[in-house]
C-alpha cells in the first residue's frame, strides 16, 4: 500500500485547509484510515479516523467540531478538512491505513502503512 498526502501549506490563524491521502498498491476501501500529526521531538499525535464504510469517525477533544474526516473508497481517497486552524495545529500530518475492523484506533502502531507527510504551518 502507497500512500502520499497532499494539500498542506501555510495559512494564517482562523483558516482553513484541506488535505488529501491518495492511495495505490492494494485495495484500503477495506481498511480504517486514519491521520496523525507530529511536530519534531514529540509522538506521533492522532488526529482523526474513519471505518471503512466512512460511516464511524473519531478525533480527539483538540480538534473535535472543527477537523472533519471523509473518504471515498471509488476514488481510493481520504481527506481531512481543517477549519479555524490555530498555531499549535502546526506541524507535519500523515496519513495511515489499518487492517484492524475497529475503527477506533488512536495509536500509531495500530496502522501498518503511512504516507510520507506533509507539511501544514499555522502563523498567528
Known amino acids: 500500500v502507497q500512500l502520499v498526502e497532499s494539500g498542506g501549506g501555510l495559512v494564517q490563524a482562523g483558516g482553513s485547509l484541506r488535505l488529501s491521502c491518495a492511495a495505490s498498491g492494494r485495495v484500503v476501501s477495506g481498511y480504517t484510515m486514519g491521520w496523525f500529526r507530529q511536530i519534531p521531538g514529540k509522538e506521533r499525535e492522532f488526529v482523526a479516523s474513519?471505518?471503512?464504510?466512512?460511516?464511524?469517525?473519531y478525533y480527539p477533544d483538540s480538534v473535535k467540531g472543527r477537523f472533519t474526516i471523509s473518504r471515498d473508497n471509488d476514488k481510493i481517497a481520504l481527506y481531512l478538512q481543517m477549519n479555524s486552524l490555530k498555531p499549535e495545529d502546526t506541524a507535519v500530518y500523515y496519513c495511515?491505513?489499518?487492517?484492524?475492523?475497529?475503527?477506533?484506533?488512536?495509536?500509531?502502531?495500530?496502522?501498518?502503512?503511512w504516507g510520507q507527510g506533509t507539511q501544514v504551518t499555522v502563523s498567528s
Open positions: 495511515a491505513a489499518s487492517r484492524l475492523y475497529d475503527a477506533d484506533l488512536r495509536a500509531a502502531s495500530q496502522y501498518e502503512y
Open positions: 474513519i471505518s471503512w464504510r466512512g460511516d464511524n469517525t
